[in-house]
C-alpha cells in the first residue's frame, strides 16, 4: 500500500471512529487550511491548485449548510445558512478576481464560528462529566 493510500486510509478511519462534535472542528480547520493553501497558491499564480483547495473550502461549508436541521435550530439555523452562504459567495468572487483579501475575511469568519463551536463543546463536556460524578 502506497504512502498516500495509507494516509487516505487513516483519514478514513478516523473520521468514521471519532465523534460528530470532533469531526465538527476537523471540518472548520479543513476549511480553513484549504483557503490558507487557496491564498499561497494564488499569490504563487498557481491557478489550478488554487482552484482545488477553493473547491475543497467550497465542499465543506457547502456540508455544513446541508447538515442544518432548520427544524431544531430554528432562527439559528437560518442565521448560520445565511452566513455560510455569504462565505460561499465571497469565495466565488475571490477565486474569480483572485482576490486573496476575501478569502482572509472568509478564514476569519470560519475562525471565529470554530471558537465558538470549541468552546459550546467543552461547556458540554464538562456538564456531562460533572453529571457523570454525582
Do not use: C, P
Not at 13 to 42: E, H, K, P, R, W
Not at 60 to 73: P, R, T
Not at 96 to 121: F, P, Y
Request: charged share 15%; aromatic share 6%; net charge negative.
Amino acid at each position: 500500500m502506497s504512502a498516500v493510500r495509507q494516509l487516505q486510509a487513516y483519514r478514513e478511519i478516523q473520521l468514521t471512529t471519532t465523534d460528530s462534535t470532533t469531526v465538527l472542528l476537523m471540518l472548520y480547520q479543513g476549511a480553513i487550511d484549504a483557503l490558507n493553501a487557496a491564498q499561497t497558491q494564488m499569490a504563487a499564480g498557481n491557478f489550478g491548485a488554487k482552484g482545488k483547495y477553493i473547491l475543497r473550502a467550497n465542499d465543506i461549508i457547502n456540508q455544513f449548510i446541508a447538515s442544518l436541521d432548520h427544524e431544531v435550530g430554528g432562527e439559528i439555523a437560518a442565521n448560520l445558512e445565511a452566513l455560510y452562504l455569504y462565505m460561499l459567495e465571497q469565495i466565488l468572487v475571490a477565486n474569480v478576481d483572485n482576490d486573496a483579501g476575501r478569502l482572509t475575511t472568509v478564514i476569519a469568519m470560519l475562525k471565529t464560528l470554530q471558537s465558538g463551536w470549541e468552546e459550546a463543546i467543552a461547556s458540554q463536556r464538562k456538564q456531562a462529566a460533572a453529571g457523570g460524578a454525582k
